[in-house]
């Protein structure tokens, strides 16, 4: 997966976070954040020399 790809990734998860805490979703709201933190460390593993890593 490209840096920008997860860059966008990242962005969207942190937008639906904020939606999910206004409409007092806490389940989901949770659910997307274990995904945005999935998300920033595979970002940061790309980001040390690895190359492609899925997600």
């Known amino acids: 997966m490209t840096q ?3 860059d966008k990734i990242i962005e969207q998860l942190q937008f ?3 939606d999910a805490k206004a409409l007092q979703l806490k389940m989901l ?5 274990i ?3 999935e998300a920033s460390e595979v970002k940061e593993k790309s980001g ?3 190359g492609n ?3």
Request: net charge neutral; aromatic share 0%; proline share 5%.
């Open 29 to 33: 709201e949770r659910i997307l954040s």
């Open 48 to 50: 040390n020399g690895r």
């Open 4 to 6: 920008p790809s997860l």
């Open 53 to 55: 890593v899925e997600l």
């Open 35 to 37: 995904a945005l933190l």
């Open 16 to 18: 639906c976070i904020v």
